[in-house]
């Protein structure tokens, strides 16, 4: 424990080797917890108990046992596809673990003996004292017990966007509460400055550790895959029960008993979507390559889906609705006030007062302020090491902001430095909270730079200046400030003489005005919340910075509005955090706990981040998703979903194609499961008409496998329905199957069952092969299902159905007229005028799906807790269902 107010400079000579060893050993070394890798067979294992893969197992044991090797290869390769899928999707999440390791430094400079020594970074301990330098990776977590000008890079771990000043906690006295910015964390970096700091907690302890921590539990299922599990029990209950009916009842009617079996064993596989699989995994995959055609990266495919249903848009600030670079937008001289233009740290842009672009010479002290600023300067601008890439800053972010405001008006710093040498300097500390330079002019004099927080340097103990303007120029910092600006306040002055001490250094300067910077938002970002209010998703920010810069940031980007409740999260505990719209200064833990508050209050949330500090929030979130370009490896692996081009606006493309995977999904359940019920119904009520047994098994067999083979497959790569975006999401809860689809299932399957009983009973008694007509009856209505469930009728969009319906037609058809398919599936040639009879009465199955869509276009869906008011601001559509 340091104790505060000594007066001593700190622990000099640091650990003795001895003593570092046994720590090592008592504590182990200094790297991230590893979980022990899961065997394969059981990672199998957890994806075959899958209800729905069950289902599909015991499928692919029937269609064994009667010798259907076709089907039963389709289902086998289904499930190992899916079962592959999923073991790799398991893999790449452990990965997000293991990630953490490239933050953390590989060598640490640390006081052992007195001396100081290199050592590998995993064998630093608690108590050793680390000898930081500008560049360095801080190996621990660690308390200041020196620093001359240090500032750290903490954006990674706090997401805060500016370089954080640290003050030695020796120089606190023991009656004052420590401040933050006394202790420094495992894996962020010193941009400025040196220091030294006594490590007090290494490995799983430190920061880094407690986020690896948080980011091992394992990710929870989305709606899609719940939703899946309760089909597959519910399919699974239903069809082995009705199957078991109709085995009854041909035994009670005399039929034999082997061939009933067979039977039911048929409609038992007839029943089972076994393409339901393959078509959620073809419409992922279709999803997850038309949203790498938009930059947008997909990770695990079930967040394909899952993005279609978010309820609630959590994001960051920093390189998420802002650029992640400060930029000078305002300078203020006592004789006006310019605009800047530009972005990122490219000497690119003018400064305008007014309508006049400022040049070389100016009587508005523009030239002079900058020329300051450039001086009183330790950062560097690199150009790009590439054609086409981007200037970069070395150092700190702000003093590269003043230099590339500075060359928009010609003024070089390399230049400047020749011209006037730095001859003194008294560094920034968070104390002062200025930064003071000496420059010895070419006739001899010397010139004092000094720049600094307004509050540091507005005052008669700083400036020699007019008291009133000191007010003046303070009144327009606050409103600067107000307006999420970070200011600074330059001043200057002329001596004869060197200065006598540091104290006299900053004393009797002049004011030269003010410099006002911003992480300027995207130029995008507005549009993108606007598009996702428009499409009922809420938006939410939550970040590490300044609760006044959240607040201006959201309010101009419209996340929030009148009346909406910004939260400090120094405060958590005391809000509602489901009511809040921005979260400001919000640890790792906190934004964990904020996304968990809004799942568990009904909320399907994706969350966007870049940081270290936000890998534990995004891997909880429904859809973590990670910046491509400025993002942490940490967040790309835990997240779900990468943004290669670091735009928002690209998750709400990615949000439409996941609304258009949810909805042929359903389209698919309406298809497949109205054939299904069809064949039941067919096989139940044929001996009520006279027929003996509607349909043979092979034909049943046959059947299913042309309707759920390539069409229904083909079906999940339908194109989105216009306006997709224009309503709001589902409600979670809302199950897969609700909002009138089960309703509609039943109607379509009626309308098939009386198609194809009417065919069969009509030939029956006008002496015909009415068990042909009823085979290519069913199997081509159940086609005409399939062309009206698109969501384009009429077009030729997925042309790949198409071909696919034309193919299963074709292949009906040989089962009718080719000699070897009619022998295996016992049926026999129609003439032209009985083909064309069921040809029209096969049509009705087209027109049951639009015209049940006519009559039923879909219920409106109640809006959830979360999507009350961006549904109101939406326009108040209800949502319009397959």
């Known amino acids: 424990m340091i104790e505060r107010g000594a007066t001593a400079k700190g622990p000099s000579t640091g650990l003795s080797s001895g003593e570092a060893a046994a720590r090592l050993v008592r504590d182990g070394l200094n790297i991230l917890p590893q979980r022990p890798p899961v065997p394969l067979w059981r990672r199998v294992g957890a994806q075959l108990r899958d209800p729905l893969i069950v289902v599909l197992l015991v499928a692919a044991a029937l269609t064994l046992a009667t010798g259907d090797w076709t089907d039963m290869t389709v289902i086998v390769l289904v499930i190992a596809v899916n079962t592959t899928v999923g073991v790799s999707q398991e893999i790449r999440a452990d990965r997000a673990i293991s990630a953490l390791s490239g933050l953390t430094a590989s060598s640490a400079r640390v006081l052992r003996d007195g001396i100081q020594r290199q050592i ?16 360095d990776i801080v190996p621990a977590d660690a308390t200041v017990t020196e620093a001359a000008s240090m500032l750290v890079d903490e954006s990674a771990v706090t997401g805060e966007s500016l370089p954080v000043g640290k003050t030695p906690v020796l120089q606190i006295a023991a009656w004052e509460s420590v401040p933050d910015n006394t202790s420094v964390s495992a894996g962020t970096a010193l941009v400025k400055g040196r220091g030294r700091a006594v490590v007090t907690a290494t490995g799983k302890a430190s920061t880094t550790g407690q986020i690896a921590a948080m980011l091992s ?15 597959g029990r519910l399919l699974a209950g239903v069809t082995v029960a009705l199957c078991a009916v109709v085995l009854a009842d041909g035994l009670v009617r005399g039929l034999p008993g082997e061939l009933m079996v067979v039977t039911a064993i048929s409609l038992v596989v007839a029943a089972v979507p076994e393409s339901l699989p393959a078509v959620v995994t073809l419409g992922l995959a279709l999803g997850a390559r038309r949203m790498a055609s938009r930059s947008a990266l997909i990770r695990r495919l079930p967040a394909v889906e899952t993005l279609g249903s978010v309820t609630a848009l959590a994001t960051d600030k920093t390189g998420t609705l802002t650029e992640g670079r400060m930029v000078v ?21 003018a400064i305008r007062l007014g309508d006049e672009e400022l040049h070389g010479p100016e009587p508005y002290g523009m030239t002079a302020l900058l020329t300051a600023a450039a001086l009183c300067n330790d950062a560097r601008l690199a150009p790009p090491a590439t054609a086409g890439g981007e200037w970069a800053a070395l150092g700190d972010p702000t003093e590269a902001a003043l230099l590339a405001a500075a060359a928009k008006l010609d003024i070089d710093r390399g230049e400047l430095h020749a011209r006037f040498p730095r001859c003194a300097e008294r560094p920034f500390d968070s104390d002062r909270k200025r930064m003071t330079t000496v420059h010895r002019l070419p006739d001899g004099g ?17 400036l020699a200046d007019d008291p009133d303007l000191l007010a003046g120029a303070a009144d327009h910092a606050d409103r600067l400030a107000q307006a999420a600006y970070r200011v600074l306040a330059v001043a200057q002055t002329e001596r004869p003489t060197p200065p006598g001490s540091e104290e006299n250094l900053e004393k009797g300067l002049h004011l030269l005005g003010l410099i006002a910077i911003l992480d300027p938002p995207r130029t995008a970002a507005a549009a993108t919340i606007t598009a996702c209010r428009h499409a009922g998703i809420r938006p939410i920010l939550i970040t590490g910075d300044h609760p006044g810069t959240a607040r201006a940031i959201a309010t101009e980007l419209g996340v929030m509005h009148a009346g909406d409740l910004v939260v400090d999260c120094r405060g958590l505990r005391e809000v509602d955090l489901t009511s809040a719209t921005v979260f400001a200064r919000a640890t790792p833990g906190q934004k964990l706990e904020i996304i968990t508050a809004l799942r568990d209050h009904g909320e399907v949330v994706a969350m966007t981040g870049d940081g270290v500090n936000d890998g534990p929030a995004l891997r909880r979130s429904d859809v973590g998703v990670a910046m491509g370009r400025r993002g942490t490896e940490v967040a790309r692996q835990a997240a779900d979903l990468v943004l290669a081009d670091d735009h928002l606006g690209t998750v709400v493309a990615a949000v439409d194609e996941g609304r258009r995977v949810y909805a042929n999904i359903r389209r698919f359940l309406i298809y497949a499961l109205s054939g299904g019920a069809a064949e039941i119904a067919v096989m139940l009520l044929g001996p009520l008409f006279g027929l003996a047994l509607p349909l043979l098994p092979a034909q049943i067999l046959w059947i299913n496998l042309l309707t759920h083979g390539l069409p229904g497959v083909a079906l999940g ?14 409600p979670p809860a809302q199950s897969i199957m609700g909002a009138g689809l089960w309703q509609r299932v039943l109607r379509i399957a009626v309308v098939l069952t009386t198609v194809t009983l009417g065919a069969a009973v009509w030939a029956h008694h006008t002496g015909r092969p009415w068990q042909s007509m009823a085979f ?5 209505a159940q086609l005409g299902v399939a062309l009206g469930s698109r969501s384009r009728p009429g077009s030729w969009a997925n042309p790949l159905f198409l071909a696919a319906v034309a193919s299963a037609l074709a292949l009906q058809l040989a089962g009718l007229y080719l000699p070897p398919l009619r022998e295996l599936l016992g049926t026999q040639p129609l003439t032209a005028a009985d083909l064309a009879i069921t040809l029209a009465l096969s049509v009705l199955g087209y027109a049951a799906v639009r015209l049940d869509r006519l009559v039923h276009p879909g219920r409106p869906s109640p809006p959830t807790a979360g999507t009350h008011a961006v549904t109101a601001q939406a326009g108040g559509h209800a949502p319009t269902e397959i």
């Open 120 to 135: 590998p970074a995993a064998e630093v301990v608690v108590g050793d004292v680390l000898v930081l330098a500008e560049g």
């Open 776 to 780: 290519f009856a069913l199997g081509a």
């Open 217 to 231: 539990e394992c990710p929870s299922l989305t709606p899609l895959q719940r939703h899946l599990i309760g089909i």
């Open 717 to 730: 790569g339908e194109p989105a329905e216009p306006g997709a975006m224009d309503r709001p999401p589902r």
């Open 329 to 349: 937008r305002r300078i203020w001289t006592p004789a006006g006030e310019a605009a800047v233009t530009g972005s990122g740290y490219a000497p690119v842009g």
């Open 446 to 462: 010397f010139q004092v730079v000094c720049k600094g927080a307004p509050e540091a340097m507005l005052n008669p103990a700083v």
